[in-house]
């Protein structure tokens, strides 16, 4: 197929081969961006860090790692070590640890799995120093979204000025601790776009297996994962409509990276800030907002471009480059994102060119060593708790925080019958089915058969040696329980006051110590 990427239009239709044979030894990558609901120990109220960063330093030191601090406006944020990056999401009531990809196959699950627990094991330590703890929610079920709380708890980043003031999102709908556990998995660059088609098709299923945020400001929601309905709350009010489009599910499968890419830059859409450096840092760096609102796309064709500095209002102009490309890959919000570095940057009008071939960008891409993961974005946050433990023993508990990626890696691992299964059900009403698994999860017929076949087909593409990985959403598909269902058991038998109903989350809802359910491998972090 070959697109007019200025209009959209399709020239001419050819099916590009996305056959597995040329990867049938590919090995992939595993990782994982736990997104943690930080609570009072004593209260269950939301809690901003303040000691944590402190804390954790000490504790990564004493394990004989290598430490770097970053800050903002004088506060910390992140401490990074060789194997994880541990910061915040959009607030200091809601941490975020991005763990270092692991080698996948035979042993990747275990080897991610036990990278993860220790890093939740120095989490839940440094939280101590600020007398906290982490909840398995993911949504804080009792927190404010008032403006002084947004205030006072929302990191300052630089680029959420921009989306507040100039893109009028409503970005405080999310600082109650809206949290995800974020499953990533590499991919071949001729496998990407089907992959990202499964993932964004098939995420039903982890709304509804994952789901665990049926509260919102002390109230139910009637929601099973309310987290889910954020982004239409966010972009809804936005000034530019191309924001919410974004974070809409597509009318059709993507075809190939040029086609995505299209539907993610091209018309009627507007870029976000751009930066003035090479950078890949695009929550933090000073960015140009450009002139007349372009797509990315006409500014990517224009020689130079007029605009705004977000950090002191100076007039600029921006050249066009292709870090540009690939520095506003985060711009849309679909269940699952394509993700990409590449070892070294192509001219623009290489990028610009490829783009303009069927199959062009993946050539590009290949070309110049790009490394491509799927993001996925719609498994709540996650964490093994006395209610699970009691109710399902400790090796179900133990699989609880990996279990996303084990889906994901499955899926990914057995495309082919991944993607028949799509054909099979049909995109639109893959699609349909979204708000079904927001609201009813499993208690859904639809809903349940479809996590039936995709845990079938994430289970033929493990290594055997893997497969107890899924225990989780298996027991959850069987029981047609999430742990959405096991939270509101709780809040609803706690009574009627918030301070009740809070003790009893913080009694069998708060994340436990990996040693609870007796973590036991002896394979070592290999990376």
């Given at each position: 197929m070959d697109w007019d990427i200025r209009t959209g239009t399709k020239v001419t239709t050819r099916p590009i081969d996305s056959s597995s044979r040329d990867v049938q030894s590919y090995q992939p990558r595993l990782g994982l961006e736990m997104e943690m609901v930080v609570a009072d120990a004593r209260s269950g109220a939301s809690l901003p860090v303040k000691k944590y960063f402190d804390a954790l330093l000490e504790i990564k030191r004493a394990r004989g790692l290598t430490c770097s601090q970053a800050f903002l406006d004088g506060r910390c944020v992140a401490v990074h070590t060789p194997l994880a990056e541990c910061g915040l999401d959009n607030g200091f009531n809601l941490l975020e640890t991005a763990l270092v990809p692991v080698q996948g196959g035979v042993g990747g699950l275990d080897r991610l799995a036990q990278?993860?627990?220790?890093?939740?094991?120095?989490?839940?330590?440094?939280?101590?120093?600020?007398?906290?703890?982490?909840?398995?929610?993911?949504?804080?079920?009792?927190?404010?979204?008032?403006?002084?709380?947004?205030?006072?708890?929302?990191?300052?980043?630089?680029?959420?000025?921009?989306?507040?003031?100039?893109?009028?999102?409503?970005?405080?709908?999310?600082?109650d601790a809206k949290a995800q556990n974020g499953a990533n998995t590499s991919v071949p660059v001729g496998q990407a776009v089907r992959a990202l088609n499964v993932a964004v098709?098939?995420?039903?299923?982890?709304?509804?297996?994952?789901?665990?945020?049926?509260?919102?400001s002390g109230v139910r929601t009637g929601y099973k994962e309310n987290r889910m309905t954020l982004w239409s709350r966010v972009f809804g009010p936005s000034r530019f409509p191309g924001d919410l489009f974004l974070s809409t599910y597509p009318d059709r499968a993507f075809h190939d990276l040029a086609d995505f890419f299209n539907w993610m830059f091209g018309p009627g859409t507007v870029t976000r800030g751009l930066p003035m450096s090479l950078s890949y840092d695009y929550k933090s760096v000073p960015v140009v907002i450009l002139d007349a609102d372009p797509s990315l796309l006409e500014f990517l064709h224009a020689r130079q471009w007029t605009g705004r500095r977000t950090d002191n209002g100076l007039a600029v102009t921006l050249q066009p480059q292709a870090q540009h490309f690939v520095y506003s890959q985060i711009g849309q919000f679909l269940d699952a994102r394509l993700r990409y570095r590449m070892d070294?940057?192509?001219?623009?009008?290489?990028?610009?060119?490829?783009?303009?071939?069927?199959?062009?960008?993946?050539?590009?891409?290949a070309a110049y060593g790009a490394q491509l993961y799927i993001e996925a974005r719609a498994p709540g946050a996650g964490f093994a708790d006395q209610a699970l433990l009691d109710a399902a023993g400790p090796d179900i508990a133990r699989s609880m925080l990996v279990s996303p990626t084990a889906l994901q890696a499955g899926l990914l691992g057995n495309l082919d019958q991944a993607w028949q299964l799509v054909n099979d059900v049909g995109w639109k009403q893959l699609g349909e089915l979204r708000l079904v698994a927001m609201r009813a999860g499993l208690e859904d017929d639809r809903v349940c058969a479809l996590c039936a076949d995709v845990l079938a087909v994430a289970r033929a593409g493990l290594p055997p040696q893997d497969v107890h990985w899924l225990a989780y959403p298996e027991f959850v598909q069987d029981e047609r329980r999430c742990a959405a269902d096991r939270l509101l058991d709780t809040w609803t038998a706690a009574g009627r006051s918030e301070q009740a109903r809070l003790a009893a989350v913080l009694d069998r809802h708060c994340a436990l110590h990996p040693q609870q359910f007796s973590w036991r491998s002896s394979l070592s972090a290999t990376f």
């Open positions: 990278l993860a627990h220790q890093e939740l094991t120095d989490t839940l330590q440094a939280l101590q120093a600020d007398g906290a703890c982490i909840l398995n929610v993911a949504q804080h079920p009792a927190c404010a979204r008032s403006r002084s709380w947004y205030e006072d708890t929302c990191v300052p980043r630089p680029i959420y000025r921009e989306l507040r003031e100039h893109r009028g999102w409503h970005h405080w709908e999310g600082i098709a098939l995420a039903p299923t982890s709304i509804a297996l994952f789901a665990n945020s049926p509260l919102e070294q940057l192509p001219a623009l009008q290489d990028v610009l060119h490829a783009w303009r071939q069927d199959g062009g960008l993946e050539a590009l891409f």
